[in-house]
């Protein structure tokens, strides 16, 4: 069956440093991959999304990769703020089945001032 | 431009009552897909709708239900409720384009006791 990990279910960091949370799948090769934020009591909203064609995609402070040969994408944060505080998810595109998105369980990233 | 909007955003049922969640999408977009989201679970695709047709569903029990209307907005029933289904229930809208990103709604917040 389709599965997606992202590492760890919470990642500390610094005020400045680099977040790095990376995504893993089995069992599929998805055309893209989208990167969304959730904050508590929220629905998640769109961040970025990576073809598999692409390498990587940047968007002011964030940059993806996707290594279709790996079957990994990882989702950078430079210079993380505490604002940055929130769940991250990954979701694969599965038009071939019967699901239309997969999303992995997310990882909650907490930025320390 | 209006957000995905969900009514009620909180319910308490009883087991064995049924709900209705609602579902307005951002204007223009004509796929509708809903979402459950639990701790254990994460993020679990229920069904999309695209036009008045479902055209993906998820591995949920007949119980589930959904419908969308010529404006596109949405409605999901739950019939006989269980306590395993308090959850978040997520409505998402898109264009319904291949690679189009989902603008998820809050979320109604159901508690089954």
């Known amino acids: 069956s389709q599965k997606i990990e992202q590492n760890s279910e919470a990642l500390n960091i610094q005020e400045g440093k680099t977040a790095t949370l990376t995504c893993n799948y089995t069992n599929y090769s998805p055309a893209y991959l989208q990167w969304y934020r959730q904050d508590p009591g929220r629905g998640p909203v769109f961040l970025l999304l990576?073809?598999?064609?692409?390498k990587e995609k940047r968007k002011e402070r964030l940059k993806v990769t996707f290594d279709t040969t790996l079957k990994q994408s990882l989702f950078h944060i430079t210079a993380s703020q505490p604002a940055d505080s929130a769940t991250y998810l990954c979701a694969l595109d599965i038009t071939s089945g019967t699901y239309k998105y997969i999303f992995g369980t997310g990882t909650r990233l907490k930025v320390l001032a | 431009k209006a957000g995905v909007t969900q009514t009620p955003r909180y319910l308490i049922k009883t087991r064995g009552q049924q709900v209705t969640l609602s579902c307005s999408p951002i204007?223009?977009?004509?796929?509708v897909s809903w979402y459950q989201q639990t701790p254990g679970q994460g993020l679990q695709f229920l069904f999309e709708?695209?036009?008045?047709?479902?055209?993906n569903k998820g591995n949920f029990p007949g119980r589930f239900s959904g419908r969308q209307f010529s404006n596109s907005r949405s409605e999901m029933n739950v019939s006989t409720l269980e306590l395993g289904d308090s959850a978040l229930y997520l409505c998402?809208?898109?264009?319904?384009?291949?690679?189009?990103?989902?603008?998820f709604g809050n979320g109604t917040r159901l508690t089954v006791t």
């Open positions: 998402a809208s898109s264009l319904g384009t291949e690679n189009s990103p989902l603008h």
């Open positions: 990576i073809r598999e064609n692409e």
């Open positions: 709708y695209f036009s008045e047709t479902q055209r």
């Open positions: 204007s223009g977009h004509r796929s």
